[in-house]
């Protein structure tokens, strides 16, 4: 499956963000999906992610509150809405897809866990 990220850019602290991530090639209802991001010398690390049919979520503590995870499987993407943004978000934000057969639960939060990877799109908080 091919991903494409997009929404990224530049916002004030406390503002609001929509990533999608546009899934082609396979079924995008067979995957679970995830986003991740990785700030200015650090490791990626987990976002959110979400199942297959939409109806299970996980968020990192840190975005608890302030991110929501979404897909849309009739429009095979998969939406991040980012609110109450801080400069610590500043980050190339990462979609990824895991082919899964379990229709609810379905939840992976590890990296090495997906199998497909978009490109990534900055998103930078200023304060």
């Known amino acids: 499956v091919q991903l494409q990220a997009s929404g990224g850019g530049s916002v004030q602290a406390g503002g609001s963000l929509r990533l999608s991530c546009a899934a082609s090639?396979?079924?995008?209802?067979?995957?679970?999906m995830g986003w991740f991001r990785q700030a200015p010398g650090k490791e990626r690390e987990f976002v959110a992610a979400?199942?297959?049919?939409?109806?299970?979520?996980a968020g990192a503590d840190s975005v608890k509150g302030r991110f929501i995870i979404s897909r849309d499987n009739n429009k095979n993407t998969v939406y991040l809405q980012m609110n109450s943004l801080k400069p610590e978000d500043t980050a190339v934000y990462y979609c990824?897809?895991?082919?899964?057969?379990?229709?609810?639960?379905?939840?992976?939060?590890?990296?090495?866990?997906?199998?497909?990877w978009g490109q990534g799109t900055l998103v930078t908080v200023s304060s």
């Open positions: 990824a897809a895991r082919k899964s057969s379990l229709l609810y639960g379905g939840i992976w939060i590890k990296e090495d866990e997906y199998q497909y």
């Open positions: 090639g396979r079924t995008f209802s067979d995957y679970a």
């Open positions: 979400i199942n297959r049919s939409g109806g299970t979520t």
